[in-house]
């Protein structure tokens, strides 16, 4: 059974991930360090760069967004050495980079559904080894959990 602690700060990366004007995928990103919420992040446009859905196609907003993960490292502005992050789909490689390179130690995120999983399971086992070589904890939270959290 998950802790409440966790099914909060899933409930928060979720509804921080509500934020983001992505129409296809909405991705939050909460940081904490002992049960402290230090910084949030949703995936978007970066600030002063229009972000309207009409105007770019997909591979330029691919180019303009910043990923959840991103926006909450960079909000941050600190050290986030022995963080925890907590985040609605897993991180892509570059974002695993990043996580990696700041000192974060535990990445949790909701077990991710079988069409998630079969669009982008390559780059999932890409960063998974990459927080494996790094001696960074993963932390699949069981979704069937989410219910239960009185």
């Known amino acids: 059974m998950i802790s409440k602690w966790a099914g909060r700060f ?10 983001s004007k992505d129409p296809s995928t909405q991705v939050g990103a909460v940081i904490t360090r ?8 949703f995936n978007g ?4 760069i229009s972000d309207s859905a009409d105007t770019d196609d997909r591979e330029m907003k691919l ?3 910043l990923h959840a993960e ?8 600190r050290d986030l050495t022995q963080c925890e992050i907590w985040v609605t789909h897993f991180p892509c490689p ?4 990043k996580i990696i390179q700041t000192g974060i130690s535990v990445v949790h995120c909701p077990e991710q559904s079988e069409d998630f999983l079969s669009r982008w399971g390559e780059k999932i086992k890409i ?15 069981p979704t069937g959990e989410m219910t239960n959290l009185s």
């Open 10 to 19: 899933v409930q928060m990366a979720q509804l921080v991930g509500s934020w």
């Open 34 to 41: 002992k049960n402290r919420i230090v910084s949030l992040g």
């Open 45 to 48: 446009y970066p600030h002063g």
């Open 63 to 65: 180019l303009k967004t």
């Open 70 to 77: 991103e926006n909450a490292i960079l909000f941050a502005g």
């Open 94 to 97: 570059n974002c695993a980079a």
């Open 127 to 141: 960063s998974e080894d990459m927080f494996k070589e790094a001696g960074v904890e993963v932390d699949w939270v």
